[in-house]
């Protein structure tokens, strides 16, 4: 079963990112450097894809360096959009965010015409952290909740370099199921909304095709690569997970296991997923999508020829129905 998401109130953040952008001269876009395709917002590219796009892979010292680059490699190439790696570790990450939007909007600038930038990016993908950093203190979160909207701030990186937060939050939309189950891997989604076992299994799998050392050297097994991703779960069960009464293995436990081992990087650096690997599955993703959209009008086309043929009584005139009394 894919992860179900359905968080409420996007059309607010999209309204207000709508008003915001008319004065934005570039937008910048956070994504998770572990899952770049999945932790960004199509909405966003949709309300967005008129204005130059810097793309920031945040949390890079978390990511696989390799992938990194073939990310980074793959937004450079596209037109209007620069990319660069950050994480929360590089002190003064301003100079190198500072000069990719001169460079996508080499007009801007000076005191008459500064540079005005809109920050957006899913819950967790470090923004805040970031947007402390860049002010040099720490500010307190103004509203995390679904449809809270965060008062607006400006934050001033230069007299000439002005940086508006997103107004509202801006929720991850799952339109392919593997993107659901690293959205969740990640931390970027509420723990009610999915399953630790499906997840985890899902990310076993994915470790063991592509990362099977990390695998037995931190679980000290052998052989990553040949194993099921159940036989993984259950031998990080046997490992680290404890056992049950009768001897069961705790699969929840191990489940647990494995999902916060990633998110502490105690796997090492890893990255679920490649330019080309998303592609695929995002055009999977958009074929569902179609094919059910495609069913939907079918359905609704035959409700309405259904509603056409239901005779109507006949319209009695107003005079008529005057006279007939
Ligand atoms: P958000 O505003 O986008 O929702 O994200 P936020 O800055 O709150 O960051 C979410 C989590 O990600 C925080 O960890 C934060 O410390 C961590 N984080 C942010 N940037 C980076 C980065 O570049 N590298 C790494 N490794 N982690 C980063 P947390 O455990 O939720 O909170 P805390 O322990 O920092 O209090």
């Given at each position: 079963m894919a992860i179900q998401w359905f968080p409420g109130h996007m059309h607010l953040t999209r309204k207000a990112i709508q008003e915001r952008i008319k004065e934005i001269d570039v937008v910048i876009e956070l994504l998770d450097a572990r899952l770049p395709g999945s932790s960004a917002n199509p909405m966003l590219a949709e309300i967005t894809a008129a204005k130059p796009a810097l793309k920031v892979l945040n949390k890079q010292d978390l990511a696989d360096p390799e992938r990194t680059a073939l990310w980074l490699e793959h937004y450079n190439r596209q037109p209007g959009t620069r990319a660069l790696g950050l994480d929360a570790s590089m002190a003064t990450p301003a100079k190198a965010l500072v000069a990719a939007c001169h460079e996508l909007a080499p007009k801007r600038g000076g005191m008459t015409k500064p540079m005005r930038v809109l920050i957006c990016g899913i819950p967790n993908v470090g923004k805040s952290t970031l947007i402390n950093t860049l002010k040099g203190k720490r500010a307190a979160k103004t509203g995390d909740e679904a449809g809270v909207t965060k008062l607006e701030q400006r934050i001033t990186i230069a007299d000439d370099f002005y940086l508006y937060d997103t107004p509202g939050v801006l929720w991850p939309r799952i339109i392919v199921a593997k993107s659901g189950y690293n959205l969740a891997a990640s931390g970027a989604i509420g723990r009610n909304a999915f399953d630790e076992q499906e997840v985890a299994l899902e990310l076993l799998d994915y470790l063991r095709q592509h990362y099977p050392t990390t695998l037995e050297e931190r679980y000290k097994i052998s052989g990553a690569a040949s194993l099921t991703d159940e036989q993984l779960l259950d031998a990080i069960g046997r490992k680290r997970g404890g056992l049950l009464s009768g001897g069961k293995i705790n699969l929840q436990k191990a489940a647990e296991v494995a999902i916060y081992d990633f998110r502490q990087s105690s796997l090492g650096?890893?990255?679920?997923?490649?330019p080309d690997e998303f592609a695929q599955w995002l055009a999977v993703g958009q074929k569902i999508d179609a094919e059910r959209q495609i069913k939907k009008d079918a359905i609704e086309m035959a409700r309405l020829i259904k509603f056409k043929k239901v005779p109507r009584p006949p319209r009695v005139p107003e005079d008529n129905a005057e006279n007939s009394d």
């Open positions: 650096r890893i990255t679920l997923e490649t």
